[in-house]
């Protein structure tokens, strides 16, 4: 393979891999049919950490110390990127469209700046700030769906809250991703937040099962799962690191504009989900967000 077919390659990865990362979003909308949303979160990281453990088991064992002396980072990691992020997404998928929670999801980097600029003294410019009100004001419109006097009759889809809460989220494990360095190679990483992903949903899935409902362990329940633990959790997380790889951290993050993108193309097609103007409205502002919230200061001479 010569050196234009390897960048051909890394570059069709920004479009292949949301394909997968977005496929998350109709689990969401339809594995919640059939799976209660935390036993769908819980058995997903389960099986991806028992999918991972044999490839990383001798490696981890070695690395027992820096595993002791990074666990608590580890398990925050966890309960933020496969707790929070694992299962608000089921919740939300619950009473909203595919279509919301694939905008809404897009408001991450923009959570990142902010906490960034709030625990981590990161400089934020004026550009920054505007783009910041203009995401905010997007996944605001989308969550009242266009419509202010919802606003006032509080009437908005608590599923578009949990989807911002998962936004939030998926903000604090990518910015404690970056900031707590480790010794442990990433797929060692991984499988090790996915553990403790799991652990942190297990209390909440033992109350589901006594106080909500209860797993139905079918063979639907078993083909959610798979699917579940594979498409948006394995490959997607594969796929992602090699782009990063080849491309960069910067660039590799476009991968989550496109998912949005594919989000709404899955509820198109498979949920029957109707595109409003509020969702294009809201999706400009949103990319305006982002792209100002990106940009970097233009030296003036």
């Not at 027992?64 to 608590?72: L, M, N, Q, S, V």
Request: hydrophobic share 55%.
């Amino acid at each position: 393979m010569n050196t234009k077919t390897k960048n051909l390659f890394a570059f069709s990865l920004l479009f292949i891999q949301p394909i997968f990362m977005a496929s998350n979003l109709v689990v969401a909308r339809g594995g919640v049919e059939i799976v209660p949303p935390i036993s769908l979160a819980f058995w997903r990281w389960t099986l991806v950490f028992f999918i991972l453990l044999p490839f990383t088991y001798v490696a981890l064992k070695k690395n027992y110390r820096t595993i002791k002396k990074e666990y608590k980072k580890l398990f925050f990691l966890g309960a933020m990127g496969c707790g929070v992020c694992g299962a608000f997404p089921f919740l939300a998928g619950q009473t909203t469209t595919v279509t919301n929670m694939g905008i809404i999801y897009t408001s991450s980097p923009i959570f990142i700046i902010l906490i960034s600029s709030i625990f981590f003294n990161e400089r934020i410019n004026l550009t920054k700030i505007l783009g910041l009100l203009a995401c905010l004001i997007g996944v605001f419109i989308i969550i009242i769906k266009g419509n202010f006097y919802s606003l006032i009759n509080l009437n908005f889809t608590i599923g578009d809250l949990w989807m911002l809460g998962a936004a939030i989220g998926w903000a604090l494990y990518s910015i404690y991703l970056f900031y707590w360095k480790t010794n442990l190679e990433i797929f060692q990483r991984f499988t090790l937040i996915a553990f403790f992903g799991a652990i942190s949903l297990l209390p909440f899935y033992g109350m589901e099962e006594i106080f909500f409902e209860k797993t139905v362990f079918s063979r639907e329940f078993f083909v959610w799962i798979i699917f579940a633990a594979i498409s948006p959790g394995i490959i997607a997380f594969t796929l992602y690191t090699i782009a990063q790889k080849k491309l960069g951290a910067s660039l590799t993050g476009f991968t989550l504009y496109i998912f949005t993108i594919y989000g709404a193309i899955y509820g198109y097609f498979l949920f029957d989900e109707i595109l409003e103007n509020y969702h294009l409205i809201g999706t400009i502002l949103v990319f305006i967000g982002v792209y100002l919230a990106k940009k970097k200061n233009v030296k003036k001479f």
